[in-house]
């Protein structure tokens, strides 16, 4: 079964600065998607970036942009020149291609501060 | 359009009642999804369908049931309910499982507490 694990259930960044957060899965399938999910203070889940795994280039999405390191089985996500709009939940979800149901397994999420 | 909605948005229920939550997509997406969220972590799923009168068991299933008799409802029941099922519960809607990567679209949510 796939898991995917985010270890920083909290981070802060200092308005304008640049941020990562960290994501690993495990799975033994070798073609697979995974994304980045934003979740606000309204709960509303908001895709921020996908990445298909046998893409080799690193998805970017304006100031969001991600490391997939498809050996290491990490994605990590790097948000520029941050802007308080972006304090949020942030979940890093994995979804087989192999299985078609689409389902998405999602880590535990990371909170993300954004010092004015 | 829009897009995924859920009913109601807050509940509070007792110890062994039962209740429906409602959701609707207007995007015409053959696979429907019910996530949980606990404080702090991250979606798990209940339940899924990937079209009309066709249901499936997600992680967590037990406790809850679910019906799709249309392409746009799928309403999730939760008969005798549990201070475990106290959570925030999430509806999404996607146009094809795969191929594809297609976004998965979600509702804003139904926070219910169970006393």
């Known amino acids: 079964a796939q898991t995917v694990t985010q270890s920083q259930p909290e981070m802060s960044v200092q308005e304008a600065e640049t941020v990562t957060l960290s994501c690993t899965y495990d799975t033994s399938e070798s073609d697979y998607y995974l994304f980045w999910y934003k979740q606000p203070p309204s709960r509303q889940m908001i895709l921020v970036i996908r990445?298909?795994?046998?893409?080799?280039q690193n998805a970017t999405e304006n100031r969001f942009s991600v490391n997939f390191q498809k050996a290491a089985k990490s994605f990590s996500l790097k948000i520029s020149d941050s802007q308080l709009g972006d304090a949020a939940m942030y979940f890093c979800?994995?979804?087989?291609?192999?299985?078609?149901?689409?389902?998405?397994?999602f880590g535990q999420g990371t909170t993300l501060q954004v010092k004015p | 359009n829009a897009g995924v909605t859920q009913t109601p948005k807050f509940r509070i229920l007792k110890i062994g009642q039962s209740m429906t939550l409602q959701c609707t997509q207007d995007m015409n997406h053959n696979y429907m999804y019910w996530y949980r969220q606990d404080p702090g972590m991250g979606l798990k799923l209940i339940y899924y369908?990937?079209?009309?009168?066709?249901?499936d068991k997600g992680e967590v299933p037990n406790g809850y049931n679910v019906s799709r008799s249309t392409t746009e409802d799928f309403p999730l029941r939760l008969e005798l309910a549990a201070p475990s099922q106290t959570s925030v519960y999430f509806c999404?809607?996607?146009?094809?499982?795969?191929?594809?990567?297609?976004?998965?679209?979600f509702g804003p949510g139904t926070r219910l507490t169970v006393l």
């Open positions: 369908s990937v079209g009309a009168g066709i249901t």
């Open positions: 979800a994995y979804r087989s291609k192999k299985s078609n149901t689409g389902k998405l397994i």
């Open positions: 999404a809607s996607s146009a094809t499982g795969t191929p594809g990567g297609n976004e998965q679209f």
């Open positions: 990445q298909e795994a046998y893409k080799q």
